[in-house]
């Protein structure tokens, strides 16, 4: 009949693979695309059993029958007379090889009879494949996001301080247990062959490595050992449960195996901290049992770490020596202060902790004739060896004209003003300059001008206050207003045992809090140390202050008690210098 024939025309045409089974599970009807998919034509199918004949388990092995999901749908479909389907199972094909097949099961009904089955499948291998490729592809993204957020959150450690010790034992613990069991980390002292074991963190025993830390014995010359071969060359090395095993060379082997010893240990990488081409230290990494051997992947990303880790010691050397270098030059360009009995004077200079600059703070204390004592503080703009060029230039000129112009220190400063204006580079500063005044024994006062700059601080036995009045600009301020600027000067007592201190903005100016609380702070301070010897109070105010956003400059007098260097006939105070 015409629909018959139809009906076999889609049968045998469909796209799919189709079996027909009695209730048995024997195979009563197969279609080509059957016969294309797995191998095997129809009149090798016909009468054979579905399950021994076709399907598997994914290793190719015979599987039970209570096993296969196929075989255990079918006979639910015939009893239950509902579909079911899966995409999970293999049929073996005729050639041997395994097909993955995307299957569906429905019962076969014949005049309202239950006469068998229909599995209806596909080839689902190219899917399946797709499939594995990208969950394969999605584990290596993870994998590649995983490593890179490692190398993101180390980077940041590195740069986050330049105390090269806790940057290297906070490394060491990021890496475990991302990336190992355990760490250590050796590193050669500045400028030295002397090694010494600064960072070690472990997973789990934090015991075993005590005593691992410290110095080291020296590199030996030659030597076959895997860490000689990382300190004197630039490549990581990936040791084996075979290297592991051989005998040690030298001391500094027998250390560095020691670290096996204690912490375990079958698959290890070795990498050099360098940076330009010169090694500062190694890093290595070991996994214990349990943990997989460290693939290429790996061993290149902890090179990449080791890197990094080398730039940063290498920088955190160059700025120490070039903090040394700025501040020994620094310090070359201040002035020693004189011995003024009966007064007392101190002066500290305290660099930025955060750069190796020099800068344009500076102090001076010097004696004009007549036995007049001046004191200055000041402060140049910038942060560079200009700025420090241009501090001494000032400082020279104003003990030029303090000496020379015998006025008080408004007119000085004018003087200074224009000289500075019309003979120098400098860009603007400020400046507190003072005459202490008075008699032997007392009583004493400060004539002063200030140029912008912070007001002095004055503790006596009533309390401490700022020597606060409307500060005249800073030096070089007039060319740029277009104008001749006239400045004035203050008065104030300077009662006996009192403390006068200047200073530069660096000891009261913080980002982080305004400067009306690094004025209180510093009151609070200073009053608190009132009662140490000037020498004492200085250090002791620094410690607890602990500057480190800017450069700063002290100077203290300490005024002696009521009547002290009072004698009949005395002589004018005697002046020495340091």
């Known amino acids: 009949m015409p629909e018959l024939v139809l009906l076999r025309a889609v049968f045998d045409h469909l796209g799919t693979g189709v079996y027909a089974t009695d209730t048995s599970g024997r195979i009563t009807a197969a279609n080509a695309r059957a016969g294309q998919i797995t191998g095997r034509p129809a009149e090798q199918a016909l009468g054979q059993d579905l399950h021994d004949l076709l399907c598997r388990a994914e290793d190719g092995t015979v599987l039970p029958a209570e096993q296969c999901r196929i075989h255990t749908a079918t006979r639910a479909v015939l009893a239950s007379g509902r579909p079911a389907e899966g995409s999970e199972e293999f049929f073996l094909r005729d050639d041997g090889t395994l097909v993955p097949v ?7 009904h014949v005049e309202g009879q239950t006469a068998g089955a229909v599995l209806v499948f596909r080839d689902f291998s190219t899917r399946r494949a797709a499939q594995q490729e990208t969950a394969a592809y999605l584990a290596a993204l993870e994998e590649l996001t995983a490593r890179l957020s490692l190398i993101a959150e180390i980077s940041e450690v590195l740069v986050s301080t330049l105390e090269t010790g806790e940057v290297l034992r906070r490394t060491s613990r990021l890496l475990v247990p991302g990336l190992a ?3 250590a980390v050796d590193l050669f002292r500045a400028d030295t062959e002397e090694l010494e074991r600064v960072a070690i963190h472990t997973r789990d025993d934090a015991d075993a490595a005590a005593g ?13 050992s895997h860490l000689v071969r990382v300190l004197r060359g630039i490549q990581p090395v990936l040791l084996d449960p075979d290297i592991l095993a051989r005998e040690t060379d030298s001391p500094l082997a027998t250390t560095h195996q020691d670290l096996f010893d ?58 120490a020596q070039q903090r040394h270098v700025a501040e020994a030059m620094q310090r070359q360009l201040l002035t020693p202060l004189p011995h003024v009995d009966p007064l007392g004077i101190a002066a500290r200079y305290r660099p930025a902790q955060a750069v190796a600059e020099v800068g344009g703070d500076w102090y001076d204390a010097f004696v004009l004739p007549g036995g007049v004592t001046a004191l200055v503080i000041g402060d140049v703009v910038g942060h560079d060896l200009p700025a420090a060029a241009h501090m001494a230039e000032l400082r020279n000129m104003l003990r030029a004209l303090a000496w020379d112009r015998r006025g008080p220190p408004s007119l000085i400063m004018e003087h200074l003003d224009d000289a500075m204006t019309h003979t120098s580079g400098a860009p603007i500063a400020t400046a507190f300059l ?21 007001p002095p601080l004055l503790i006596t036995e009533d309390g401490a206050h700022y020597l606060q009045d409307d500060p005249d600009p800073p030096l070089g301020m007039g060319d740029t207003l277009g104008m001749e600027l006239h400045r004035h000067d203050g008065t104030d007592p300077l009662p006996p045992g009192s403390t006068l201190l200047l200073y530069t903005d660096g000891l009261v100016e913080d980002r982080a809090r305004p400067i009306d609380i690094g004025m209180a702070r510093l009151r609070l301070q200073a009053t608190a140390l009132a009662h140490r010897g000037v020498e004492d109070f200085c250090d002791e105010l620094l410690e607890r202050i602990d500057p480190d956003g800017d450069d700063v400059a002290l100077l203290a007098l300490r005024m002696p008690p009521a009547g002290v260097g009072a004698a009949h006939g005395a002589a004018p105070p005697r002046v020495q210098h340091a």
Do not use: C, M
């Open 262 to 319: 204690q912490l375990g240990g079958h698959s290890a990488v070795v990498v050099p901290l360098y940076s330009r081409g010169k090694v500062f230290g190694s890093l290595t990494v070991g996994r214990t049992a349990g943990s997989p051997p460290y693939t290429d992947a790996e061993v290149t990303v902890l090179a990449d770490i080791g890197r990094r880790a080398g730039l940063v010691v290498d920088n955190a050397q160059l700025f």
């Open 434 to 454: 003072a005459h202490v005044e008075g008699s032997e024994g007392g009583p004493w006062r400060l004539r002063w001008t200030n140029a912008g700059h912070p």
């Open 212 to 224: 691992l830390e410290g110095p080291l014995p020296p590199l030996p010359e030659p030597s076959g």
């Open 102 to 108: 995307l299957w569906a099961a429905t019962a076969l």
């Open 181 to 183: 069991d355990w760490a």
